[in-house]
C-alpha cells in the first residue's frame, strides 16, 4: 500500500449495516436537541454520512421540561419537511417521539395523544433513577392496545445493572431493547458501555439508535463507526437488529 492509499484510507467515513435511525432528536425547536432547521439540516446531512437513509424522529416528551403533543411535534415536522424538500435531501423522515413515563405521559396515553412509529412501535424511556411501580403491568397494556413497546437505552439505567435479571424479564415481556451507539463510544461513562456490551453479548440489543440532540454527538459517533471496536461489535449484531423492520 502506498503513501497515497494511507492517506485516503484515513478519511473514508465508515458507514452502519442498518439505514434507518430510530431514535434522535434532530426535529428542530421542541426540546434540548435541535434548536432550529439549520441546525437539523447539519445533523440529517451527518446521517446521510453514516449510511441512514431514513430517519425517525423521536423528541422528547417529558413533564413541566417538554410537554410535547401530537400537534406540536407534527407542526415541527412540517417546517423540517418543507426545508427537506426545498434542499432535496434523499432522506426519509417520519415524526414520533421518546416518551418519559412519567405523569404527564400518563395523563396524554389515557387521553390517546400518543404519535407511534411507522409499525405501531413506541419510544419509552424510564425515569433515571427508578423504574416505574407498574412496570410491567405497563408493558402488558401497551401491547393489548396494538402497540410494540421499545425501551429507550436500557444501558443507562444504572439501577438494571444490579438486576439483570429483571432487564431478561422485561425483554421475555415483549420489550424492544434500543440501545446508543454514543453508549458504545463511552460517552455517557464505563458502566453505561459496560452494560451496552453486555446486552450484545446476551442478544439482547433488538435496535441501534443515534440518540444525537446536536452535531457533535454525531460527530462522536462518525469517528466511533471508524474504530475497530466498532467493527467487532457489529459483526455480533448484524442479523439482530430490526432498525429498518421499523416499518
Ligand atoms: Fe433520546
Redesign the pocket.
Known amino acids: 500500500m502506498g503513501l497515497f492509499n494511507i492517506f485516503s484510507k484515513k478519511k473514508t467515513q465508515s458507514t452502519l449495516f442498518y439505514h434507518t435511525d430510530v ?3 434532530i426535529l428542530p425547536g421542541v426540546d434540548h ?1 435541535s434548536q432550529d432547521v439549520v441546525q437539523s439540516m447539519e445533523m440529517l446531512k451527518a446521517e446521510m454520512d453514516m449510511g441512514i437513509s431514513r430517519v425517525i424522529l ?3 416528551v417529558t413533564a413541566e421540561t417538554f410537554e410535547n403533543t401530537p400537534e406540536t411535534l407534527t407542526a415541527a415536522f412540517g417546517v423540517l419537511q418543507k426545508a427537506v424538500a426545498e434542499a432535496e435531501l434523499p432522506i426519509e423522515l417520519h415524526v414520533s417521539a ?1 416518551y418519559r413515563m412519567d405523569d404527564y405521559w400518563n395523563r396524554q396515553w389515557e387521553a390517546g395523544a400518543v404519535l407511534p412509529m411507522p409499525g405501531n412501535y413506541l ?1 419509552l ?1 424510564n425515569s433515571f433513577l427508578q423504574e416505574r411501580l407498574d412496570m410491567d403491568q405497563f408493558i402488558y397494556e401497551v401491547q393489548l392496545k396494538g402497540y410494540k413497546p421499545i425501551l ?2 436500557p444501558e443507562r439505567y444504572a439501577y438494571y445493572s444490579q438486576r439483570r435479571d429483571r432487564l431478561r424479564h422485561l425483554h421475555d415481556a415483549g420489550a424492544k431493547f434500543q440501545i ?1 451507539i454514543l453508549s458504545l463510544a463511552g460517552y455517557f461513562g464505563r458502566g453505561a458501555r459496560e452494560m451496552a456490551v453486555w446486552f450484545i453479548k446476551q442478544g439482547m440489543v433488538d435496535m441501534l ?1 443515534s ?1 444525537m ?1 446536536n452535531i457533535e454527538h454525531a460527530s462522536i459517533i462518525k469517528e466511533y463507526i471508524n474504530t475497530n471496536d466498532w467493527k467487532r461489535l457489529s459483526l455480533q449484531l448484524e442479523g439482530h437488529i430490526i432498525n429498518d423492520a421499523v416499518k
Do not use: F, P
Request: charged content about 20%.
Open positions: 431514535h434522535c432528536h436537541g423521536t423528541s422528547h421518546e419510544l424511556e429507550a437505552h446508543n439508535g440518540d440532540h
